[in-house]
């Protein structure tokens, strides 16, 4: 059955041409799911959804309260839910590219693969990725071993680590074992080749490993963040409040600042300032079309959705270039390769927008100011906008795509 545009109050495009939908207003609204032309997949029956513009999954829920959520994962690709009982919670599990879910309840976690069908039994404490199989912890002893997805175990429980933190697709995971630090392959075994990490082994965690490590150093009652590179060697001293993953090329690093927005600032993964922390009176956001721009937002508004907003682009000498200047409102956190934003008008002595269009990643105007509101989720082909209380899809040349 094709969805009656008249009736759709929430149209927000997806990946491979779905869309999520929603009728009602309020408490009463409902979302569900429409294929590229317009067929109802889902009916809009869910008070809560989520949706990213790199995953192949959207995330529905029977519930907006946290204490009683059981996401429920509908696939893109294969056209099907992700099937397992409400009674247990069902997230991705990291690293993993998509395949396997953790179902956990309060003592206890499983694994099942984007099929559905059951990996790992409901047996043990925590699961993680590694390197193509899973880390799993007898919830019991807290002992940790390595199983295979079929099931086979490779190590048995026999090691007390402190920390695990599970690498990307194909890499190792990193454990803390009596303090020390060190990198394990599929089979448990330690990478001699990479070595111990040379990290202190009093008052240290470490917080991410992707590109790089964040880890932290406890002074007195303050924590303190910097970053070390995958061989352990000090990248950027531990001296921020805050410290995580931009991009892939740069650093975001803050320094809190009482009854005030943070400070915040870019580093390379060489340690070198890009643009020194409180060295501009902004706060950033990346842009993963391209990693050499930025979403620059002044700091004399206190939310980013009502800040004067811009895109800077960070050249090879380390220098800014003004892409778009920050006179708009550019309100989504996760940009990808087009720019939504509305300039801002004066209205009774407010301020208040003027209607969204959407920037190319060079500046150009591709689609002008004349819509209430704009989703985007990286088809350029199906850009949700709303006119005059309809939703409708355009493209990036604002022709008219469906409805």
Known sequence: MIVNPAHITLLLGGYNGYAVFGTGQGRNQRFGLIDRNGEIIINPEFPGFSISPRSRYVEFSATRSYMRYRPRYYDLITGRWINHDDKHLLWPINGSAGRYFRILTRRRSGVVDHMGRQILPMKYGYVGWCGGNFIVQNPRSGLFGIVTPDGEEVVPFSRKYEQVLPG????????????KWFYIDHCGEPIVSRGMLELPADNVKVLNYAQYIEYGIKEGEVWKYGILDKSGHKVVPPIYDVIYNFNKKYVLAQFCVQDARPMEGLIDFSGNPIIPVGSRNEAFSPISGD??????????????????????????DGSLTEIIPAIFCIPYLEHTDLIIASPWRSVRGNRDLNGFGIFSLGGELLVPFEYKDINYMNDKERIAVNKDGRWFFINSKNERALF
């Open 291 to 316: 990693d050499d721009l930025i979403v620059t937002y002044l700091e004399n508004q206190q939310y980013y959705n009502t800040a004067d907003s811009g895109i800077v682009r960070i050249e090879a």
């Open 168 to 179: 990307a697709l194909d890499e190792p995971t990193l454990v803390e074992e009596d303090g």
